[in-house]
């Protein structure tokens, strides 16, 4: 069994910081890509940003510049630092992991259950 627990969400003001973070646990291999995405009432769900094993990311455009994804030693856990956050940036955020629970099983995406991230002008 696999589980990814979010955990760092909350009310800020427009112009304040948030930190997430999502620890991955359980019967897991390797970890090839994790992430985060966040979904608006009414709005698909959207990546936010990524980094792979290797530490490559990827950031949505609209948070280039104000977001930094990162991952531990471990490889097991993943942050999210949100600076200079806006009203637009109010969503529930999703850990998401791209794993192997085995050598030779194929990968599969996991989610978290959701924090909500609220940004009040």
């Known amino acids: 069994q696999v589980q990814l627990v979010e955990s760092g969400g909350g009310l800020v003001q427009a112009g304040g910081s948030l930190r997430l973070s999502c620890a991955a646990s359980?019967?897991?291999?390797?970890?090839?890509?994790m992430g985060w995405y966040r979904q608006a009432p009414g709005k698909q769900r959207e990546l936010v940003a990524s980094?792979?094993?290797?530490?490559?990311?990827n950031y949505a455009d609209s948070v280039k510049g104000r977001f930094t994804i990162s991952r531990d030693n471990a490889k097991t856990t993943v942050n999210l630092q949100m600076n200079s956050l806006k009203p637009e940036d109010t969503a529930v955020y999703y850990c998401?992991?791209?794993?192997?629970?085995?050598?030779?099983?194929?990968?599969?995406?996991?989610w978290g259950q959701g924090t909500q991230v609220t940004v009040s002008s």
């Open positions: 980094i792979t094993s290797g530490g490559s990311t």
């Open positions: 998401n992991a791209n794993l192997r629970r085995r050598s030779w099983s194929a990968s599969y995406d996991y």
């Open positions: 359980g019967s897991i291999f390797s970890i090839n890509v």
